[in-house]
């Protein structure tokens, strides 16, 4: 059996459903394609990913964790653009949903050009060229 490992979803657990799915569908533009209050996945775009924000302690119920934790979590998500006004123009509308820029997107010495934002649970974006 050759199973190739692919994300089909992210969950992210979220201590608002109702606060990350408005960030989320009205800030960002993300299809909502299920809604159950406690449970919200969104449509990421043809060739993506599925979102899904789940409540930060039945989402740590979940996996059998405890719900403390806070700071870093050791993961960012990537979103590779084609042009720098398209980073400027994401992280702009990330803002204007209610998100932090935690980097100011800028260009770097090997020709790229990126920013981080953090949404509303604090989840680390970088937006980037992709060269």
Known sequence: MDIKLQVSAIMLGVKDVARAKKFYAEGLGCEVVQDYGGFVKCDLGEGSSSLALYEWGAAAQDAGVSAEGSGFR????????????????????????????????????????????????????KVTTAG
């Open 74 to 125: 050791g993961s960012s998500f990537h979103f590779i653009t084609d042009s720098r006004d398209a980073v400027d123009e994401v992280m702009r509308t990330a803002v204007a949903a209610g998100g932090t820029v935690v980097r100011e997107a800028a260009a770097t010495e090997w020709g790229g050009y990126f920013g981080y934002f953090s949404d509303l649970d604090g989840y680390l974006w």
